[in-house]
C-alpha cells in the first residue's frame, strides 16, 4: 500500500466520486501543463492536499498569502467533499465537463484567468449548493445556460462570466442581467463581491481584475456589396515616396519617358528601311536604263 493510500480512511480506499470527477477534469484541462498541480491525482483530495490557487484559510477565511489546498468539509453522516474550488490563473486549457456537478457539495468554484474554451456546461444549473461561480477571462462561447440561476442566489459578483467570447446581443440581453457585470464593473461601482467574501481572490487590484475595452464579442456588421468598384475604392492607397518633388515632376509630364524612347527607336527604324528602299528603286531603275539602252 503506498503512502498516499495509507492516509485514507478504510471507507475511501476505494477512491471518491470527487476523485473520479477532478482526475476527469484533469485530463480534460490539460493538468500537466498547470502551473500548480501538486498532489494532483494523488490520493483522495481531501486527504492528500490537492491544491489550489486560494490564498485564504479554507476554514477561517484568513488571508494567509500562500497557496492553499482544495477546501473539504465533512459533514456528521458522509467523509469530506470538495466545497471550494480555486484554480484562478492556474494555465488550464480546455473544456469545462459536464461531470463536475457531480461535485454536489461544492460551493465555489472559480476558473477564471484561463484558457479555457467552450461552452458553459448546463449541469452547472443542477449544483444545489454552487454560490459562487466566476468563469471570466476566458474563451468561453455560445450561450449562458439559464439553469444556472436554479440556485444560485443572483447577488452581486456570484456569478461573473465578463470578459469571455460571448457575443454581446447574448451577455447583454435584458433575460441575463444577473450575470453581465465583470469584476472590474463592481469594484468600480464600490459593491463587493460575494466572491471574495469567500476566499476568491487575493488582490482586487490583480491583473485578472481588469476588464479590456471589448469584454464580449460585437454583432457582425451586414456585409457590404461585393461588387469589384466596392473593393478597389477600399483598397488602401500606396505610401507615397520619400521624394515628393520627383515623384511631382514625373506625374506632371505629359509624356511618359518609355513613350519617347520608344517612339524616337521607332522613328529611327522608320528612316533606315525608307533610305533602304529608295536604295532598291534606284538599282532597278538603272538596270532598266541599262538594259534598255542595249
Not at 483522495?44 to 492536499?49: M, S
Not at 500562500?66 to 494555465?91: F, M
Not at 482586487?204 to 461585393?226: E, G, I, N, V, Y
Not at 515623384?247 to 524612347?261: E, H, K
Request: charged share 20%.
Amino acid at each position: 500500500m503506498s503512502a498516499a493510500a495509507s492516509l485514507l480512511p478504510p471507507a475511501l480506499l476505494g477512491l471518491s466520486t470527487d476523485y473520479y470527477v477532478l482526475q476527469h477534469f484533469y485530463e480534460l484541462m490539460d493538468g500537466a501543463n498547470w502551473k500548480n498541480n501538486e498532489n494532483w491525482l494523488d490520493g483522495e483530495p481531501c486527504y492528500n492536499e490537492w491544491a489550489s490557487s486560494s490564498q485564504y484559510d479554507c476554514y477561517t477565511g484568513d488571508l494567509v498569502r500562500t497557496p492553499q489546498p482544495i477546501c473539504c468539509e465533512a459533514s456528521v453522516d458522509e467523509a469530506r467533499a470538495v466545497v471550494k474550488l480555486d484554480l484562478y490563473g492556474n494555465n488550464l486549457a480546455g473544456t469545462i465537463p459536464e461531470e463536475m456537478a457531480n461535485l454536489d457539495q461544492l460551493r465555489l468554484l472559480v476558473l477564471d484567468g484561463n484558457g479555457i474554451s467552450g461552452t458553459i456546461p448546463k449541469s452547472l444549473g443542477k449544483m444545489r449548493y454552487l454560490e459562487v461561480l466566476w468563469l471570466q477571462d476566458n474563451s468561453l462561447s455560445g450561450t449562458i445556460p439559464t439553469t444556472l440561476k436554479t440556485y444560485i442566489t443572483g447577488d452581486p459578483g456570484s456569478i461573473i462570466l465578463r470578459p469571455n467570447r460571448f457575443n454581446c446581443s447574448e451577455l447583454d440581453a435584458i433575460e441575463n442581467a444577473w450575470c453581465n457585470s465583470s469584476l472590474a464593473d463592481l469594484f468600480d461601482a464600490g459593491v463587493t463581491p460575494d466572491g471574495l467574501s469567500s476566499g476568491a481572490r487575493l488582490d482586487a487590484k490583480s491583473p485578472l481584475t481588469t476588464t479590456p475595452a471589448r469584454s464580449c464579442l460585437p454583432l457582425p456588421l451586414h456585409a457590404p456589396s461585393r461588387s469589384p468598384t466596392l473593393l478597389t475604392a477600399q483598397r488602401p492607397r500606396p505610401t507615397p515616396h520619400p521624394r515628393q518633388g520627383a515623384t511631382t515632376t514625373r506625374a506632371a509630364s505629359t509624356t511618359p519617358p518609355w513613350t519617347a524612347t520608344s517612339t524616337t527607336r521607332t522613328r529611327g527604324r522608320s528612316s533606315r528601311t525608307s533610305t533602304r528602299a529608295r536604295s532598291r528603286r534606284s538599282s532597278r531603275a538603272r538596270t532598266r536604263r541599262c538594259c534598255t539602252s542595249s
